[in-house]
């Protein structure tokens, strides 16, 4: 057991692959840029090195993704320099990746709550695109004063198949995807869930 300096300031602890800061209760991302080639592989070797269980980064992930899927579409080998399009997303995927680490997410759902409970609901939002589709999830946690308070659950985000599909058909993914979540979060959180 880690023994936690008794200061002005709590430290910030690694917990599940992200950041958890004590002194906030909060999870936060850290991004490390490390140095990769410009090539198939280097991509696949940055997207992997990127652990996100519950999704917060999905937005952000699946981004890098589709510049990979471009470059497998291409069928350029694994060690040739990327094309110049994809070279010049790539540049602007990296040099967005320390604005990720502006993302702050309350570690506990019911952080802010201060008077009783009266309901929670589970909300999930799907959607899909020609590349790509996704579900978010989010807690509706109503006070027995009528206010409402909104927590992010869990995100997941899916290339759409190299072979292209049609809107409703990608749009039928997304919708397996947000069951999926409904059905894991329903089983996984220890609240009352109403709807």
Do not use: N
Not at 21 to 30: K, S, Y
Not at 115 to 130: G, K, V
């Amino acid at each position: 057991m880690k023994e936690i300096p008794l200061t002005d300031k709590l430290p910030t602890e690694r917990a599940l692959g992200i950041l958890w800061d004590l002194e906030r209760d909060q999870l936060a991302v850290q991004v490390h840029v490390p140095t990769r080639p410009e090539t198939k592989r280097g991509l696949l070797s940055m997207i992997s090195s990127l652990y996100d269980p519950f999704g917060i980064l999905a937005p952000c992930v699946i981004r890098a993704k589709m510049i990979f899927q471009e470059e497998c579409r291409r069928r350029t080998g694994w060690d040739e320099l990327l094309a110049d399009e994809s070279k010049d997303a790539w540049r602007r995927w990296l040099r967005g990746l320390p604005h990720l680490e502006g993302i702050r997410i309350p570690r506990c759902y019911q952080h802010d709550i201060k008077d009783t409970i009266s309901d929670i609901q589970l909300h999930h939002f799907c959607d899909a695109s020609q590349r790509a589709y996704g579900a978010v999830s989010y807690l509706r946690i109503t006070g027995v004063m009528g206010v409402h308070y909104v927590a992010f659950v869990y995100g997941k985000a899916k290339l759409a198949p190299l072979k292209q599909l049609t809107i409703p058909r990608l749009e039928l993914c997304a919708a397996v995807l947000a069951i999926k979540a409904d059905e894991r979060l329903r089983r996984e959180l220890d609240l009352s869930i109403s709807r």
